[in-house]
T-cell receptor, first 114, second 111 residues
Framework: KAGVTQTPRYLIKTRGQQVTLSCSPI?????VSWYQQTPGQGLQFLFE???????NKGNFPGRFSGRQFSNSRSEMNVSTLELGDSALYLC?????????????FGNGTRLTVT | DQQVKQNSPSLSVQEGRISILNCDYTNSMFDYFLWYKKYPAEGPTFLIS?????DKNEDGRFTVFLNKSAKHLSLHIVPSQPGDSAVYFC??????????FGQGTELSVKP
């Protein structure tokens, strides 16, 4: 079974631009979560989607947004990029939204903002 | 407000010995706990989990212990192998809530 696929793997953008990251979950998984990893902050929760609905949201500004499609694929968008948005963005999927369903992560998208 | 804490940023262990990684949490509503392993340039890999109705869960060389009264969990790796060298994250979740991660502990297993 294929794992979680994130595209692109690497991205370089300049301040003020916007970016869209894509995530394809494991086949059959309906829940998708997004995390930001930075050296100083660890893994910070961005948002979680299930059946195209946002179920949980982290403490990030409105410049960060996401959505989930009917095939469970998800995208996240960051508008008006800032230097501090440079990070590894990780997508994870789980079978459902049950609390005891572990997340399975992709290898992330490394975003560099210059 | 850091609800999940891993106070040791790094740990060094000799091959064949036991590795013990620790994690503390503050939110008493957490009832599902997980451990992940992460290599550089890869996403975290799920290792083992435990629900709050248990105090121990074992899977091969990996055992997770949960002490609810102390709000503490630990991961034991026995015996440790050089391939276990990675960053280990603990994570916790309450019913319907988001998964919260600790800051990670870098484990180095020396041959």
């Amino acid at each position: 079974k294929a794992g979680v696929t994130q595209t692109p793997r690497y991205l370089i953008k300049t301040r003020g631009q916007q970016v869209t990251l894509s995530c394809s979950p494991i086949s059959g998984h309906r829940s998708v979560s997004w995390y930001q990893q930075t050296p100083g902050q660890g893994l910070q929760f961005l948002f979680e989607y299930f059946s195209e609905t946002q179920r949980n949201k982290g403490n990030f500004p409105g410049r960060f947004s996401g959505r989930q499609f009917s095939n469970s694929r998800s995208e996240m968008n960051v508008s008006t990029l800032e230097l501090g948005d440079s990070a590894l963005y990780l997508c994870a999927s789980s079978h459902d939204w049950a609390y005891n369903s572990p997340l399975h992560f992709g290898n992330g998208t490394r975003l560099t903002v210059t | 407000d850091q609800q999940v804490k891993q106070n040791s940023p790094s740990l060094s262990v000799q091959e064949g010995r036991i590795s013990i990684l620790n994690c503390d949490y503050t939110n008493s509503m957490f009832d599902y706990f997980l451990w992940y392993k992460k290599y550089p340039a890869e996403g975290p890999t799920f290792l083992i989990s435990i629900s709050s109705i248990k105090d121990k869960n074992e899977d091969g060389r990996f055992t997770v212990f949960l002490n609810k009264s102390a709000k503490h969990l630990s991961l034991h790796i026995v015996p440790s192998q050089p391939g276990d060298s990675a960053v280990y994250f603990c994570a916790a979740r309450g019913r319907g809530g988001k998964l919260i991660f600790g800051q990670g502990t870098e484990l180095s297993v020396k041959p």
